[in-house]
């Protein structure tokens, strides 16, 4: 495996130890899924087509509160927006045409660029290894996960009985917890929780969440200083 | 077609399109600094309100229950650097003999 022989060893590891503790994510996503309503294979073919966790547990999320698919659709695209940004970041670096941009895309995520940056002091080799690496290993555990999880679920029952639905927001506020950096992103999590709660009792299920994503651009506009 | 069907194919659709899209294009469309703080700032708002809506709603009116439990030491967990699964596992666990409880 050429690929790998010519690869630091500090950058395999990296990219390893992201892609299994990710991956087993993947079965939390799962049986939240099931949990939700959706069959073993649509959860499946989210974890492989989707393939980007938070738009995954956000459209489960909406659509299991009752929301339609439409504003679950669109929960999940505005998490989603994100990956194209990192798109844009990497593809220079990765410089690649046709069917390997079209894997290079699907494998867009937090994991696979947030390791290639980190490998920047190495060169852009480096970078390319772990943004592969990192992308096809998070792809590999998360898909098995999902299943794993998927086949748990089905077989528990009652998702409330098995905490499955304190699961889905625990697994939310683990998401969001890393990105609670400055002043300014815990004014807009404090702002969207009371936004979305006030909001419930009168507009549609779902609606409430992608509403917030106003608050982002409402306090994207103002240049303050971060942090 | 039913609605999660509606949701698997438009959400995995829409998603390959945004990172499909940002591989494609130069980079200097959408590096605005407005834009790229926005972007920080969406799954901020979005995750916020999906843990808020899925711990404190039931269907369309607030409520409080054992996923508020939940969610506490899901809180304490991450306060205390727990790992993301002893986040949901903590969460669960704690969710789960709340509610056979009570």
């Known amino acids: 495996m050429p690929v790998v022989s010519a690869t630091a060893r500090s950058t395999i590891r990296d990219s ?14 799962g049986a939240a899924s099931v949990a939700a309503g959706f069959s073993v294979l ?23 509160a009752g929301g339609s698919a439409l504003s679950g659709i669109t929960t999940a695209t505005l998490l989603g927006f994100r990956n194209g940004l990192y798109g844009l970041r990497m593809a220079p670096i990765l410089k690649v045409k046709g069917f390997k941009r079209i894997v290079a895309a699907q494998i867009t995520i937090d994991e696979s660029t947030g390791v290639a ?5 190495l060169g852009e080799d480096a970078m390319r290894s772990g943004f592969w690496l990192t992308g096809f290993g998070v792809f590999i555990f998360w898909n098995l996960f999902t299943l794993a999880g998927a086949f748990g679920a089905q077989a528990m029952g009652n998702p409330a009985a098995w905490g499955l639905d304190a699961a889905v927001p625990a697994a939310f506020l683990g998401l969001l917890w890393p990105r609670l950096q400055s002043s300014k992103d815990r004014a807009v999590a404090l702002c969207a929780i009371t936004m979305s709660l006030v909001l419930t009792p009168f507009v549609p299920a779902g609606v409430p969440i992608i509403s917030t994503a106003l608050l982002a651009v409402i306090f994207g506009a103002r240049g303050l200083v971060q942090k | 077609m039913s609605i999660t069907w509606w949701a698997v194919i438009g959400t ?5 399109a945004l990172k499909y899209l940002g591989q494609s294009i130069p980079e200097k469309f959408l590096s ?23 711990t404190f709603t039931d269907k369309t009116t607030l409520a409080i229950d054992h996923r508020a439990l ?7 967990a991450l306060v205390l650097k727990a790992p993301f699964p002893i986040v949901v596992i903590c969460a669960a666990a704690s969710s789960a003999i709340l509610y056979h409880f009570f």
């Open chain 1, 16 to 29: 390893f130890s992201v892609s299994i503790t990710v991956g087993t994510y993947g079965a939390a996503f």
């Open chain 1, 42 to 64: 649509q959860t499946s073919l989210l974890s492989l087509l989707t393939f980007s966790g938070a738009s995954q547990f956000a459209v489960i999320g909406v659509i299991g």
């Open chain 1, 117 to 121: 940056l980190s490998q920047e002091r």
């Open chain 2, 12 to 16: 995995s659709a829409a998603a390959f």
């Open chain 2, 32 to 54: 605005h600094p407005r834009i790229q703080r926005t972007n920080v700032l969406i799954p901020v708002a979005l995750l916020s309100a999906l843990v808020a809506v899925q």
């Open chain 2, 70 to 76: 939940g969610l506490g030491f899901a809180l304490l």
